[in-house]
């Protein structure tokens, strides 16, 4: 149910122009066009912000933000308009718009075919800096006397504003960026990355970019798939001038580290010494990685501990696990990803090594899909119990039997910051058929009358717990996972 402030300031918000109000009315102001899908009156409400900052996630909350950048930028205002947002007002008080934080506004996927929120932030960009090119000139005339010399003093140049935003570059997005980032380009809207995720351009591309980013703020890069080696090798020493880069995913990438040639040996141990030089990282993301036995290779060049490690998918072998728990990492990992990890070759002690020294730190710990079954939990559980910080748990798509999910419940009721865990559907909900097979692999299907029944039973062990701040489910999309940077 709206408060009373707020439906106040949804009939405010219905007429147009706005009525003069004090500054502490903007955040609910702000709020309520939002909700109400009121474009004209945001843009209104932004171009006479009075306070330095304006941060849509602190404004808006956990509220949908997509959109909410090529609703700002793209339909109306005009170049005119958006220069407004940047030349300064309330001079009496000092006080105008310094920052917009656009920061965490995801793009609208009915938007992306046509404006990404990227593509929309660097054509406003494009277009302010050029009206602003255009009105000094104009300024510049109508101060010249007759004879050519100036008369009166110059107009002061407003301090402009930093828009920081995460980018999302793909193919229709590059352009407009390369000329809102060109070198020599000073606009009245200074754009500042703080995430950097590319998709379909090419490693060239990339680094044409990461040039003539600022490096103030950029605190992740993700990489767009199947780069390889040589790729990286071009990337990676650009990312050393980022000071703030702390995350850097490079996922499915054509690194196929099970089958060295001598060339590409050489070219993964200078891999290993660029990513040493980024002296910040601590979240890694090596998803769907061929490593297999050359995990120590890629690691071994880091000065700082890891907090954050994904090795989804990557064919690890036992001397993948033993040099991670001999290594600084294990006792600062916070998050650790092994989807797809098949603990049944020869995994299961040294997978129990590392989490017993991961055990004081550990918050996340996934593995989805992990080739595990009640065996191999039960040896484990000691370990797991150990994790006294966990707050996350995924262990969806492996293959459990009801009694054992009941009983890790049971157990793990006295991990005090457990919040989430994603379990798997029971091996005693599923049913053969016979019937249909393919290279003697008999196809199971879900009785969902059984699962139904055992959704209800932990729904009311987790009742009778008292523990209602603990959330168990099967439907892995509900949730979101934690990020790196929310831990």
Known sequence: MDSLLLLCA??????????ALPADFYPVLFQAAFLDGRALVLQDLVATWPFPVLNFQQLLGHLDCAGMIPTLTVSKPSCGRMQELVEPRHQSSGCWLHVLDMTAVMDDPEWRSEWTSTKALARACVEVSRHQQKFQRRGSK????????????????PPGMDVHADLVIDRIAYGFLCEALQPGAVGLLRLKCREFQAVNISALEIVTLLESLDPSCLRRVELPVYLGLADLLMILP??????????LKVRYSK????????????RLRCVARQLGMLSGLRELNLNSTRLSGNLHQILCDLQAPLES??????????????FLSQSIHAPALKRLDLWDFNISQDLLEPFRLLL???SASLLHL?????????????????????CSRLRFLGLYGTSLSMAMIKNLLQKTLKLPDLHLVAYPIPEDCYKWDQTKFDRNIFFKFVD????SAAEEDISQLLANSGRTDLVWTFRTFDHGALDFFSL
């Open 10 to 19: 949804r009939r405010i918000v219905a007429q147009r122009p706005l009525p």
């Open 142 to 157: 109508r101060h010249s006397g007759c004879s050519g010399a100036t008369t009166g003093e110059a107009t002061p140049r």
């Open 238 to 247: 650009h990312l050393s001038r980022f000071p703030e880069l702390r995350s």
């Open 255 to 266: 690194l196929d580290l099970e089958h060295l040639t001598p060339e590409s040996a050489i």
């Open 309 to 322: 490690l994904d090795l989804g998918n990557c064919c690890l072998v036992p001397d993948d696990l033993t």
């Open 356 to 358: 017993e020294e991961a």
């Open 366 to 386: 996934d593995l989805t899909h992990g080739r595990m079954d009640d065996s191999h939990l039960a040896a484990l559980l000691p370990t797991l119990l150990c």
């Open 448 to 451: 969902w009358e059984l699962l």
